[in-house]
């Protein structure tokens, strides 16, 4: 891998459907200096050898109490534009009932929010991976995206 791990993330962007809405799952980070931090998706560094999507899965475990199982879709990266990080993201539908918690000292939040609001709060860097999200959902059956709400 040419970049460097320390400057590299790799997390989850969970969603679900309430109704006809889409909440995703976003995290704040914990402390004082965070308080006006932007939300994000619960991410970290990979461990050494530590494939990326496995990072995804540890660190949603780590931060949000919540154990991804199922499939996960590749999103793609963004490149912070400040510090240069890049941070990996992969999509899931969450988990039936998710019910996530702060299970870390890095974050103290850990809510699905609606997407329009998760725009507004999320780390620019990172709103584009809303917009993959959206595309990805959309290139999904929509009656099945009905189906799995009516179930």
Known sequence: MPE???????????????????????VHPAGNYN??????????????DEELEAT??????????????????DLGFVDYTRSKKRVHAYAGLAPEGASPRCASWEVDKAEFIEITRARRIIHPDQAALLDRLVRHIGA????????????
């Open 4 to 26: 460097s791990r320390g400057k590299l993330s790799s997390g989850t962007l969970l969603y679900r459907y309430v109704g006809a809405a889409i909440e995703v799952l976003l």
């Open 35 to 48: 308080r006006r931090a932007p939300w994000g998706i619960p991410k970290g560094a990979p461990d050494p």
């Open 56 to 73: 995804a899965r540890r660190e949603t475990l780590e931060e949000t109490g919540l154990d991804i199982t199922q499939p996960l879709t």
């Open 140 to 151: 999904e059956t929509t009656t099945g995206a009905a189906e799995k709400t009516s179930a």
